[in-house]
């Protein structure tokens, strides 16, 4: 099981950059056996995948509204999984969430429901003015 935590979150104005992290610590597994998942959720509406990374981080997706500006990245030595965000617009504004799913190596198949993922940390505010 791996426990979650993020980081990184805040009040940033339209066109800036954040970078989210999500440290884990671990017990009885490894870091490097999770797929792991960024999500967004906003008051009224559902949890959303944002982007996606396997195990090896050699296979990323991407919501179509962020691709080109967020960027998911992960060092297994560290036991952290990134979110950089850039050219962030007021829409980008909500809870983000980081998620993790046990996988086996070869899959890199797409996750996006909220149920594919076991463990997930607390959350962290990102607000974009305008």
């Known amino acids: 099981q791996v426990h979650l935590v993020e980081s990184g979150g805040g009040l940033v104005q339209a066109g800036g950059s954040l970078r989210l992290a999500c440290t884990a610590s671990t017990s009885g597994g490894t870091f490097s056996r999770y797929a792991l998942g960024w999500f967004r959720q906003t008051p009224g509406k559902e949890r959303e995948a944002v982007a996606q990374?396997?195990?090896?981080?050699?296979?990323?997706y991407y919501e179509d509204s962020v691709k080109g500006r967020f960027t998911i990245s992960r060092d297994n030595d560290k036991k952290t999984v990134y979110l950089q965000m850039n050219r962030l617009s007021p829409e980008d504004t909500a809870l983000y969430y980081c998620?993790?799913?046990?996988?086996?190596?070869?899959?890199?198949?797409?996750?996006?429901?909220?149920?594919?993922?076991?463990?997930w940390g607390q959350g962290t505010q990102v607000t974009v003015s305008s």
């Open positions: 998620a993790a799913k046990s996988t086996i190596l070869s899959d890199n198949r797409r996750f996006t429901s909220v149920s594919d993922y076991a463990q």
């Open positions: 990374i396997s195990r090896s981080g050699g296979t990323r």
